[in-house]
């Protein structure tokens, strides 16, 4: 560990999104905790793909095996003890919504012991064939399509908006995460669907107004996600500064985090990510500060 407590993160920033060798990242738990501390975060939160195995019959290599859920729980437990007086250690899950199989509504999470969820979509569930995740690789999207929508783009569109609605509905997490995940494998030059096209606008205006529906009964707040960013595979933040707007103007409180994968990824393209909350409008993030009963407690933290 480092001597002293080097300089602060700008605005005292968090990552409540990271991914260890539990499930798809490439560092441990305590190389995470080490690299926070260095970088000067003001806390840290663990966030394993929930095991969706046993729920749904689904086998990924991405996802925390169903057998090695207590170990997740365990050391991320034994970090926080670790690491108590010096960065505060938050347990989290990032919980799958499919449709009809699963959420973070699922009363087993409430038992648990959790500090928070991340309710995220990844898979689609098409009136042709099996779900399927949207943001693995191109030709997996594209066989997904033709298979599962026969080719219809737009009816992938809406097949995610729909569930990100019915898990906004359905509720049971403290924060949404990379709310337009579905434009990751969505190529400029050839799109599946038009993300300008009034449609699609219409839809990501209804997630908005869900969201601002929700945020004030449950707490929840939405994740300002450089994870693509970070990895290469876009420019831009999940949600799109288009989208954050809406949900600033539906009074919806953001919090920055970078999906991480690898610890050294922490706090990458913060910086970014800050200047695109400024221009969406927000004059403040959120920082998690633990729960109070049954509700999140978010420090605000200006700009």
């Known amino acids: 560990m480092s001597p002293g407590k080097p300089e602060a993160v700008p605005a005292g920033l968090s990552c409540l999104h990271t991914h260890t060798l539990f499930c798809d990242g490439r560092d441990d738990v305590e190389t995470y905790c080490r690299r926070a ?3 000067g975060l003001g806390s840290l939160g663990f966030s394993a793909h929930g095991p969706i195995t046993k729920k ?4 990924t290599d991405w996802h925390l095996p169903d057998s090695r859920l207590e170990a997740y729980l365990d050391a991320v437990r034994e970090a926080r ?12 899950l990032e919980v799958d919504y499919i449709g009809g199989l699963m959420g973070p509504a699922d009363k087993d999470y409430r038992e648990m012991g959790l500090d928070y969820l991340i309710g995220s979509v990844h898979f689609v569930i098409p009136p042709h064939s099996a779900p399927f995740a949207v943001d693995g690789s191109r030709e997996d999207l594209e066989q997904g399509l033709g298979k599962g929508f026969r080719g219809d783009g737009e009816a992938l569109m809406h097949a995610y ?45 209804e997630i908005a107004a869900l969201a601002g529906e929700a945020a004030p009964r449950t707490g929840m707040v939405v994740e300002l996600n450089t994870g693509a960013m970070n990895r290469g595979r876009l420019n831009e933040t999940y949600p799109s500064p288009a989208m954050l707007r809406l949900f600033r103007e539906q009074g919806v409180s953001a919090v920055i985090n970078a999906d991480a994968h690898r610890a050294e990824d922490l706090d990458g393209h ?3 990510a800050l200047d695109v909350m400024r221009k969406a409008g927000y004059t ?8 109070e009963g049954d509700l999140p407690r978010w420090i605000r933290r200006s700009l």
Do not use: Q
Not at 56 to 59: E, L, P, R
Not at 163 to 186: C, P, Q, T, W, Y
């Open 81 to 92: 003890r670790r690491w108590k007086g010096k960065l505060p250690v938050y347990l989290g």
């Open 284 to 291: 403040e993030t959120v920082l998690f500060g633990g729960r």
């Open 37 to 39: 501390w260095e970088k």
């Open 56 to 59: 749904t019959g689904i086998v």
């Open 161 to 205: 908006w729909d569930s990100v609605a019915a898990m906004i509905r359905a509720g049971g997490f403290e924060i949404l995460g990379h709310a337009d995940l579905i434009k990751k494998n969505n190529p400029v030059s050839s799109p599946f669907f038009d993300p300008s096209s009034p449609r699609y606008l219409r839809r990501i205006e």
């Open 270 to 272: 913060y910086g970014e």
